[in-house]
């Protein structure tokens, strides 16, 4: 093979692997992460976020929002101690997805 030969070998390869690594570096959204769990009093709670944490912690929010809501139909206010447990019930979620 002629020298010509080789460096158009090189720069095909090379652009090739930089295509690759490119489309490798780029956030995937069909990876994405899924946190999905069922409460008796709320019904399903699905968080989603890039990794599993942060997947977990948009269900323990989503999950915060909903009962707090709840709570609040229930009565005018929300004292500490409803928070509290609250807090503890969504802080301590097991995700199905």
């Known amino acids: 093979m002629?020298?010509?030969?080789w460096n158009r070998f090189g720069r095909v390869f090379f652009t090739v692997s930089i295509a690759l690594a490119a489309l490798l570096?780029?956030?995937?959204?069909?990876s994405a992460a899924v946190c999905k769990v069922?409460?008796?009093?709320?019904?399903?709670?699905?968080?989603k976020g890039a990794t599993k944490n942060l997947a977990f912690?948009?269900?323990?929010?989503?999950c915060f929002d909903k009962?707090?809501?709840?709570?609040?139909r229930a009565s005018a206010s929300l004292d500490e101690?409803?928070?509290?447990?609250?807090?503890d019930q969504c802080a301590?979620?097991?995700c199905d997805g």
Do not use: C, F, Y
Request: charged fraction near 35%; avoid cysteine.
């Open 92 to 94: 301590n979620l097991r």
């Open 57 to 62: 912690e948009d269900a323990a929010e989503k």
């Open 2 to 5: 002629s020298q010509t030969t």
């Open 25 to 30: 570096a780029a956030p995937s959204h069909a």
């Open 38 to 47: 069922k409460l008796d009093d709320v019904g399903t709670i699905i968080g």
């Open 81 to 87: 101690d409803t928070g509290l447990k609250i807090i």
């Open 67 to 72: 009962k707090e809501a709840r709570a609040k």
